[in-house]
């Protein structure tokens, strides 16, 4: 028996009929398929901005991680030249992705502007040496890098922050997990409330369904039209969820912009195309398998 | 003597799930002649309802150990008063419900003993008259014969011309596109009738289909029935109309309080001894 | 005729009616009851969590507003007493929460600890003046506050981290402005979802409604039944979502202060019972709303 | 002449969304003996249907330009073959739809100029059984019986009384708990009854109210709805059963395809004269 059932399933004109149910079924449940929509789009589009913000955030923190540079200081009263033997035995290190050199009167200004308190007066000239900005490839590598470095000569010594490393990467860990939970928590309640607007759709609809296995159609048949419409569903209210993203999204990041320049780089590095593939596949999937799940009840004999 | 039987499958007879002595051995049909109606030795069975009880969740005994048998090509009237147990009996043979305890063999299947998946195709060997209706409310009348034809996988262009002879048939052809809630009783009915008949059941079973309808369209309805039972369908009809049954002189089962009471060939819809 | 509903409404006897209806309904309709309460509980979960969340950022960065500190250095050469008399005459200004004299000593030990690189061989003795730590009530205060100190006599001058300051406002105020759009944006997702779901069971008992009609039942007395459900639905997954905070809540808060301990004082300021009644309030009010909205187009004759 | 009247209140009479030429004027009412129905002087109008049309969305007309008028106490038999338009007409007195044109007074109400804040309270004062019993799916008999009671304002004890002495009548007291989809098609059509009779209607409507029953149970029914209508109660009852309008003797409205065709006191399922 389970074979005919098979064998039906390749029909291409039975096929052409569930498609056709499906799509009868959608435009004579306007109401239905309204409410199933907006919810989908809805769940869709908060689950989707939040994933956005997450990405954005990792981003952010994982930007400022390779950002990272490591201060790397001549012995007093080094030369130039020196300075400039130390930055090329530093750039042939692997894991180091460039050096430079900072301007020592620069960097003297700089100082006397940050902190006008300090009494220079009894100062002969710049007091500071040459100091090299290095940045590496990957952050994790810091801790030998820079013992590396402490071993060349002519270095006084090497400052890694340390302290604030240690924040920045465990900030950025705390963001990692807590968007992750967040993620998963927030995948599981969007799954969950769009197959319960299903499930009452479906509920609504009761009665056609004994009907239709009355008049003798297998499971099967029940089944795949109203799959196919909570796909159909699924995909709109993804769509849907898209636009509100693409429009909120903009003034969003338009507006933080606006409010704080310095969030400049704040970008969830997803491409539009991409966000639109990733809610249609989530819309669809969970269309689909909120259809099968809260059909089997209805399909119990 | 028992050649006639060679449809019903072993794996129908002999099923686990049944207990041994219900088991349809060939002795058993041999007994059916005590019910006070005697299966035509030419004739194969075509309903076979042996023993059957049904004791609804509410503790309602619809049914008390009924046997009725049936053969290819009979019309039957099934009548009663109302809450005798006429529609339980036929849901029984459409699987609509499982009998507490007997067994039910249509058309050589063991409905009792069937399985989930088997069910829907039982179901499109027969014809069905719900007592009500049962429309798909969403499709207009054409659709939910349309519907009823393609769940069995019959080719578009066939579909067309089957509807088209079915609505004739009732007078049903001026209302094609309006939905079950836009019909009147009757109307309603007769596309239900129209769904029944459309896919050339081997069993046509009608539960009150005439409850809706003016006497002569009522008249021309049976008519229509009897027609197709010339043409070999068995019919199984529950109502409550004596002037039919009374004009139409078939087998009547009388059934009271889920008993069979009276099995009567040409018989009438009183008693005709009382 | 009007005046006849009214006094319908007044009616005891009616009432006890109608609250019973209305929990006939609820019990006689399990699948609809679970559905509506765990969609309303989630939608009300993922709003709480992000309120909370919020105003655990908005409270943080204030913190962060509040600590700010104005350092004001003494004149060059400045003795302790001058730098005494200078802290009294600050904390008389209204508007300075307290001041606290820097010890010399350990701030140049602090300071070439942290600038290892700073020459200082020619240095004489501690080159710093003595420093005042100024802390003040209100942050925005901060401007017009640092301008008279800087009027007071023997200031040499005055730090108010501008830059650093000007940035915190900046991020306390994006965050302040992102999380009141995300909360609007939100609630009105939840209260559409919401409604979709009880639209959903009221279409699934249209038929219901159409007979009470038709039984002569006024549109008040169809309405008030589910007006009264849609409450208790709700609240109960009002409910639901306050256990799933106060649980999932006090996980996240607990992990994140795990990975990050600098996140002491991350709370949302808000008590168990606050949250409590907040989420009933929005639950109850949401419920009733949705029942409200929804019951009008199937009421229609 | 004008006395019998008094009951139609005046707002009524003269509302402003009915064109002028339809007011329900005296002289108006003067002239419905021309409809081959003679109004006894000394009864009042109950029901009074003018000229009234309806066309469905989809283009069917279901009634032509009918005019009845029912008094205050009578008992009318509709009938006519399936579509014809009876329950469309019933549909017109309890509001379930406008006609496209025309007056429907019911009760001296005018139900077609009617607020439709005042609809609930024309329709407690009358009893309808419907063609597809529009019982409450999620309510057993006895919960079906007291809202109906209830919504109305009856007091619980009260309501108690009262659907007990109903059950009785109707001969249903064993199924009271029985949930509608639990109830055979003759058990919901009883419960159908209960429920028109159960608050004292003035009027009562019965829609096909024995198209499920058996004979003899038909006609229990119909003497209970002649005992009620001996105590007072307007009523009007569409129905297919030949037998129990000529076993009745009542008056007889036949209709077709929209218009009255036959209009008899003490009428005959069939005309008299073919
Ligand atoms: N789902 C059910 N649950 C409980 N009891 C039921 C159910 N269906 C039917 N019954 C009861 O079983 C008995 C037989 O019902 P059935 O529908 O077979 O009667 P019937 O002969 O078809 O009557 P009618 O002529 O009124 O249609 C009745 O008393 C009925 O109340
Ligand atoms: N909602 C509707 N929309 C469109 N057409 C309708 C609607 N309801 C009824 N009709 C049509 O109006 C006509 C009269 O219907 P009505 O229900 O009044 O007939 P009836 O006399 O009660 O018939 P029956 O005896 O079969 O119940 C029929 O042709 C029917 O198809
Ligand atoms: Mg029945
Ligand atoms: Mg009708």
Redesign the interface.
């Known amino acids: 028996m389970k074979i005919r059932v098979r064998i039906k399933t390749v029909n291409l004109r039975n096929i052409e009929f569930l498609i056709e149910e499906a799509f009868t079924g959608i435009v004579r449940n306007g109401l239905m398929a309204f409410a199933s929509i907006s919810t989908i789009a809805l769940s869709l589009a908060v689950l989707g901005a939040f994933v956005l913000a997450m990405m954005g955030a990792n981003h952010f923190t994982t930007e400022q991680i390779d950002r990272f540079e490591i201060a790397v200081f001549t012995v007093p009263g080094a030369a130039k030249a020196k300075a400039d033997a130390l930055a090329d035995s530093i750039r042939k290190i692997e894991g180091i992705k460039d050096v430079s050199i900072l301007d020592r009167d620069e960097e003297y200004a700089k100082f006397k502007r940050e902190r006008p308190d300090f009494e220079s007066a009894g100062l002969l000239g710049n007091p500071l040496p040459y100091a090299l900005r290095v940045r590496i490839v990957k952050a994790d590598q810091l801790t030998m890098l820079s013992t590396k470095i402490r071993a060349l000569a002519d270095v006084d010594h090497v400052n890694v922050g340390q302290e604030t490393y240690k924040r920045v990467v465990a900030l950025a860990n705390a963001i990692r997990a807590i968007s992750f939970a967040g993620v998963i928590i927030l995948l599981i309640t969007t799954a969950f409330i769009i197959s319960n607007a299903i499930r009452l759709t479906l509920y609504a609809r009761r009665r056609e369904i004994r009907i239709m296995q009355l008049v003798g159609a297998t499971n099967h048949t029940i089944r795949t039209p109203l799959v196919i419409e909570g796909i159909v569903f699924g995909s709109a209210g993804a769509l849907v969820a898209w636009i509100l993203l693409r429009l909120g999204g903009g003034y969003v990041v338009h507006s933080a912009q606006r409010i704080t320049p310095m969030f400049g780089s704040f970008s969830s590095g997803l491409s539009g195309a991409g966000l639109a593939f990733w809610l249609l596949l989530a819309g669809a999937v969970i269309g689909a398998i909120g259809s099968l799940v809260s059909i089997r009840r209805f399909l119990k004999d | 003597m028992f050649r006639d039987f060679g449809f019903i499958k072993p794996h129908n007879i002999v099923h686990p799930e049944i207990p041994k002595h219900q088991h349809l051995s060939p002795s058993r049909f041999a007994s059916v002649g005590v019910l006070g109606y005697n299966c035509p030795r030419e004739k194969s069975v075509m309903i076979y309802v042996k023993d059957v009880s049904v004791e609804?969740a509410?503790g309602?005994r619809a049914l008390k150990d009924t046997s009725v048998t049936i053969s290819k090509g009979e019309f039957v009237f099934v009548?009663?008063?109302?809450?005798s147990g006429?529609?339980t009996l036929l849901k029984l043979l459409?699987r609509?419900m499982l009998p507490t305890a007997g067994t039910v063999i249509v058309d050589g299947e063991n409905v009792t003993a069937m399985?989930?998946?088997?069910?829907?195709?039982l179901?499109?060997k027969l014809g069905?008259v719900?007592?009500?209706f049962?429309?798909?409310?969403?499709?207009n009348v054409w659709?939910n014969l349309a519907?009823?034809l393609?769940?069995?996988?019959t080719?578009?262009k066939e579909v067309h011309k089957r509807i088209g002879e079915v609505l004739e048939l009732v007078g049903l052809t001026h209302r094609c596109?309006?939905f079950p809630n836009?019909l009147?009783?009757?109307?309603q009915?007769?596309a239900a009738i129209a769904?029944a008949l459309i896919n050339n059941p081997t069993v046509l079973i009608a539960?009150?289909p005439t409850?809706?309808?003016?006497?002569?369209?009522?008249w021309d309805i049976v008519q229509l029935l009897e027609q197709i039972n010339i043409r070999g369908t068995t019919v199984l009809c529950a109502t409550?109309d004596?002037?039919i049954v009374d004009g139409m002189k078939k087998r009547v089962i009388q059934l009271e309080a889920g008993e069979v009471i009276r099995d009567e060939n040409k018989g009438a819809?009183q008693n005709s001894e009382s």
């Open positions: 609804y509410n309602v009548v009663g008063s109302t809450g006429k529609s459409y609509d399985k989930p998946s088997a069910v829907p195709f179901r499109r069905v719900y007592q009500d049962k429309l798909l409310p969403q499709k659709e519907f009823a393609r769940v069995i996988g080719k578009p596109d309006s836009q009147s009783g009757g109307e009915q007769r769904r539960d009150e409850g809706n309808l003016d006497p002569t369209t009522s409550h004596s002037q819809y």
